[in-house]
């Protein structure tokens, strides 16, 4: 469980943060640095460069890759709350994906838990979306929940390969992939408020985050971790409601109880699924 709670923790600043240091690079230079320096950190806390080269670690890296530049890109044209309410479709992606590549059987739980919560995150945005929303942004970000679902699936499939350098191998190849992009869209300012957007994407939301959701992936079923990200809201509410001393309104409070309910449905076959 604690593995989840960090993981979501880091999760709930990342759309903000993400969404600043745009202003400063493009989401080529943003997310290709950021990669590039979370490989590094990982290769040296391994002491060892040793990147595994076979055909899943490659397509996870790409996976990777399509996931991240489609939500920098989607976020360069939509808020943070509509990139986070977009980006979890991805339980609905990841049941029918694991149910192919890794033959896994949803269950009743799994598709109630999945739906059960995004209809929450719906519920729970109206009061955060009364503004422009571009189709563009839009379509980008849900790719991008394609994408994230997929690698989340592949995280499975390689769970009896080492995790230290599967993570290293995908932050490294998925670096290289956007660094070679960025003659397309090169944009870049450093200062001090770039510096630690970029330190917090590279390290928590880089080495920390995909080392967190690599062991939950590698734990249990797909579609019992993949509702997992139903807690971002909730904690996102209750960092709000601390910093403002304002509690939230009753459509956003019966939103996030959806959201906790189909967390719970998912989950309540196998009361040690949490459990790391």
Known sequence: MKYALLYVLIQTFM???????????????????????ASSLTFLMARRFRPIINKDTILLSVFTCAATGLWTYGLEFVSPADSAVLSYTMPLFS???????????????DWGGAVLGFIGVLIYSI?????????????????????????TVYFRK???????????????????????????DYRLTVNGNFLFDLAYLSVLGGVAMLFLWN????????????TLVYLTPVAATVVQTVQTSILPDGVSLSGLALMILGLCLSNKRDGNQLKD
């Not at 049941?95 to 269950?107: H, Y």
């Not at 009364?130 to 690698?151: D, I, P, R």
């Open 15 to 37: 759309y903000q943060i993400a969404k600043d240091g745009l202003t400063y690079a493009s989401p080529f230079v943003l997310m290709g640095t950021r990669f590039m320096i």
């Open 95 to 109: 049941i029918p994906i694991s149910a192919i590549i890794l033959s896994e059987k949803p269950t009743s739980s």
């Open 127 to 151: 009061p955060l979306t009364k503004h422009s929303f571009t189709l563009l942004g839009g379509v980008l970000t849900l790719v991008n929940a394609f994408f994230y679902a997929t690698y």
């Open 158 to 184: 390689l769970k009896n390969q080492e995790p230290t350098m599967t993570v290293a191998t995908q932050l490294l190849f998925a670096a290289l992939i956007l660094l070679a992009l960025t003659p397309l």
């Open 215 to 226: 062991a939950l992936a590698r734990f249990q079923k797909i579609g019992k971790t993949t």
